[in-house]
């Protein structure tokens, strides 16, 4: 009878304190480029960083027509913004050519296995000065165009930069990575289109 007792308690035990060693050998979850769910915090998730080229990307002329729906621009706005957009362009144009360039040497430095640190380090550098060029020009048409707009056109022109800077740098890469070989990488889906 003791030794039944003895056996019906060690097995209670081992039931207890089977949670508790399992937990500490199965692993962290991997980290994961979803949104946070209404029962998860900030804290719990892993996302890279908005890149400042895509939170900026409806600073052009394309963007015209899509910016004049969801701010509610009139007639006189649209042109003004059109404007605005189209002398941007002449003074972007050219340094988003450069800026090419530079990503294109950096990503060939990147991908090259005898390419040293230095090297790489210094093709980045040239990168992100002539990404900078671009995001201070756009940022200048970015307060020309805050200018030609009332308080609530001001707040819905912030509801879409902020999804546009929730936009994934991943994006921006894929093509690039994709070209070269490297294994595809599946971005987040867009953010939705509020109105």
Known sequence: MRNLLLFVLSCCLIVMAAPMLC???TPPPAPTMQ????TSSAQEMVLPAPCLMSSLHVINSNAVPMLSARLNLTDEQKAKVTELFSESEKTLNPAIQEQQKA??????VLLDNNASES????AAVEAMKAE??????KIKTLEGLRALLNDDQKSKLNTVLAQFAAISHIQILKPKLEQSGAQP????AAPANPQ
Do not use: C, M, N
Request: net charge negative; hydrophobic share 20%; glycine share 4%.
């Open 23 to 25: 937990a500490q050998e």
């Open 185 to 188: 990488i599946t971005s987040p």
């Open 132 to 137: 900078s060029s671009i995001v201070t020009q």
């Open 119 to 122: 090297e790489l380090t210094s």
């Open 103 to 108: 990503v294109d040497k950096y990503t060939k």
């Open 35 to 38: 949104g946070p769910s209404s």
